[in-house]
């Protein structure tokens, strides 16, 4: 079990180039992981979540990200129980999961165990029985030529309607409500669903309002692209989450993470977050065993140090091999928690190594294999003395993988079996199908 270590001046340092957007210094080595309120106990509570999260802080968990929370409408509903993405009331909390005063409950005892929560917050869209509805504000949303409320255009999503950003008082109270759980409940920030489908200028000036409201919060956008980083410190990793998919279904290999970082333009402040799973993945695009396969602890090993902030999807400690359903209550079984320490080791080498944390002052990986070694990668992430190499095979059948690199010599410890080794320039490893190292000093 790695000691989490703050290392205060650098984490300064952050915050202070992190200045923009007040980001709080936790965020840099933070580790994230996503719950599905309704499907992560029998009981589908937040009182259930609370009593667990003393065993994901333990497994190195850093921010709990809650998907909507909010009640969801009832008029053109999507199976039995709806979708979390179609919100009735901005401002309440789903009854199937509690009341306000549990949510408020949920959100103190993780502070008091040093964790944040974020929760979803779904701005391009609302139920079309929205109470802004019933309140007569239909100029808020896109009306169809008939003047009536309609999806997303685009979309099969004919359970939503589709908001109108030119109207000013619509912005207004939008960033009202999202000011509303940041004072009333302390919550430390968002996931913003489908945020490339808001206005940018929207949500700068949401950030400006959330900075001035609390002591600073941590966005992170469902979305890809720079411009974002204006307002979100962390975008998904949508592209480099499809190139682990097509690697482990041989349709790319390792060049195509060389070309991924070679064309990746930087930012100082944003970073991706990296993911094998999340919410949409399981339930429409399938489990890491149908999209990965044997594959999928490589790939897992290289989302959490490559760049970025590592995302857990609730249930993958289970090895979660079913995809869970969207509108009905479908449990995860919690019996086989058989991969709780793989994870620990990943997210605790992320909490507390300099050369993983994220945003200002992080390093691109440093490539030591070539684009041409096609079923191997090794890449070394390093910062301030602090280093991490990691060796992936990415093949289904063993490989010796050598390599030559000076910097990397010296003493390093194994991350999954803890035993110490000095390398010297010349390195040569086994490495089984899929198989994978991880060191670090």
């Given at each position: 079990?790695?000691?989490?270590?703050?290392?205060?001046?650098?984490?300064?340092?952050?915050?202070?180039?992190?200045?923009?957007?007040?980001?709080?210094?936790?965020?840099?080595?933070?580790?994230?992981?996503?719950?599905?309120?309704?499907?992560?106990?029998?009981?589908?509570?937040?009182?259930?979540?609370?009593?667990?999260?003393?065993?994901?802080?333990?497994?190195?968990?850093?921010?709990?990200?809650?998907?909507?929370?909010?009640?969801?409408?009832?008029?053109?509903?999507?199976?039995?129980?709806?979708?979390?993405?179609?919100?009735?009331?901005?401002?309440?909390?789903?009854?199937?999961?509690?009341?306000?005063?549990?949510?408020?409950?949920?959100?103190?005892?993780?502070?008091?165990?040093?964790?944040?929560?974020?929760?979803?917050?779904?701005?391009?869209?609302?139920?079309?029985?929205?109470?802004?509805?019933?309140?007569?504000?239909?100029?808020?949303?896109?009306?169809?030529s008939l003047g009536q409320l309609q999806p997303t255009i685009g979309t099969d999503w004919w359970?939503?309607?589709?908001?109108?950003?030119?109207?000013?008082?619509?912005?207004?109270?939008?960033?009202?409500?999202?000011?509303?759980?940041?004072?009333?409940?302390?919550?430390?920030?968002?996931?913003?669903?489908?945020?490339?489908?808001?206005?940018?200028?929207?949500?700068?000036?949401?950030?400006?309002?959330?900075?001035?409201?609390?002591?600073?919060?941590?966005?992170?956008?469902?979305?890809?692209?720079?411009?974002?980083?204006?307002?979100?410190?962390?975008?998904?990793?949508?592209?480099?989450?499809?190139?682990?998919?097509?690697?482990?279904?041989?349709?790319?290999?390792?060049?195509?993470?060389?070309?991924?970082?070679?064309?990746?333009?930087?930012?100082?402040?944003?970073?991706?977050?990296?993911?094998?799973?999340?919410?949409?993945?399981?339930?429409?695009?399938?489990?890491?065993?149908?999209?990965?396969?044997?594959?999928?602890?490589?790939?897992?090993?290289?989302?959490?140090?490559?760049?970025?902030?590592?995302?857990?999807?609730?249930?993958?400690?289970?090895?979660?091999?079913?995809?869970?359903?969207?509108?009905?209550?479908?449990?995860?079984?919690?019996?086989?928690?058989?991969?709780?320490?793989?994870?620990?080791?990943?997210?605790?080498?992320?909490?507390?190594?300099?050369?993983?944390?994220?945003?200002?002052?992080?390093?691109?990986?440093?490539?030591?294999?070539?684009?041409?070694?096609?079923?191997?990668?090794?890449?070394?992430?390093?910062?301030?003395?602090?280093?991490?190499?990691?060796?992936?095979?990415?093949?289904?059948?063993?490989?010796?993988?050598?390599?030559?690199?000076?910097?990397?010599?010296?003493?390093?410890?194994?991350?999954?079996?803890?035993?110490?080794?000095?390398?010297?320039?010349?390195?040569?490893?086994?490495?089984?199908?899929?198989?994978?190292?991880?060191?670090?000093?």
């Amino acid at each position: 079990m790695f000691k989490k270590i703050l290392f205060g001046a650098l984490l300064i340092v952050a915050q202070a180039s992190f200045a923009q957007l007040n980001t709080p210094k936790w965020v840099a080595n933070a580790t994230i992981y996503e719950v599905n309120v309704r499907q992560f106990s029998k009981e589908g509570t937040f009182k259930a979540l609370e009593a667990q999260l003393p065993r994901l802080q333990k497994m190195g968990v850093d921010i709990i990200w809650l998907m909507p929370i909010h009640p969801i409408g009832v008029k053109n509903r999507k199976g039995t129980l709806g979708s979390y993405y179609a919100v009735r009331d901005y401002r309440a909390v789903n009854p199937e999961f509690g009341d306000f005063e549990d949510f408020k409950a949920l959100v103190e005892a993780a502070h008091r165990l040093n964790m944040k929560v974020i929760i979803d917050w779904v701005a391009n869209h609302t139920s079309p029985d929205h109470v802004w509805v019933d309140q007569g504000h239909q100029d808020w949303y896109t009306l169809d030529s008939l003047g009536q409320l309609q999806p997303t255009i685009g979309t099969d999503w004919w359970d939503v309607a589709d908001l109108n950003y030119d109207n000013k008082e619509m912005r207004q109270e939008m960033i009202s409500c999202m000011e509303f759980w940041v004072k009333n409940a302390k919550i430390d920030g968002y996931r913003c669903d489908v945020a490339g489908w808001v206005p940018m200028d929207f949500w700068k000036d949401a950030r400006k309002a959330l900075d001035a409201a609390g002591n600073g919060v941590f966005m992170l956008a469902e979305a890809e692209g720079n411009e974002l980083y204006d307002a979100f410190e962390a975008t998904y990793g949508w592209e480099f989450h499809h190139i682990m998919n097509d690697i482990a279904k041989g349709k790319k290999d390792a060049a195509a993470v060389h070309e991924f970082f070679a064309r990746l333009k930087p930012v100082n402040n944003g970073f991706h977050m990296n993911f094998t799973s999340n919410h949409d993945e399981n339930s429409w695009n399938g489990t890491e065993m149908e999209r990965m396969g044997d594959a999928r602890f490589a790939m897992a090993v290289m989302a959490a140090t490559i760049e970025g902030m590592p995302l857990v999807y609730n249930g993958q400690e289970t090895s979660l091999d079913r995809r869970l359903a969207f509108f009905e209550k479908d449990e995860i079984d919690w019996t086989k928690m058989d991969l709780v320490s793989f994870y620990d080791k990943l997210l605790h080498l992320h909490q507390s190594n300099p050369a993983l944390f994220a945003g200002v002052g992080q390093q691109a990986p440093r490539f030591i294999s070539k684009a041409s070694d096609k079923n191997k990668l090794v890449y070394v992430r390093e910062r301030d003395g602090h280093q991490v190499l990691v060796v992936l095979n990415l093949s289904a059948a063993p490989q010796q993988i050598k390599f030559t690199d000076a910097a990397t010599a010296g003493d390093f410890q194994n991350l999954f079996d803890g035993k110490k080794l000095s390398l010297k320039s010349d390195k040569s490893f086994d490495v089984p199908a899929w198989g994978y190292k991880v060191l670090y000093r």
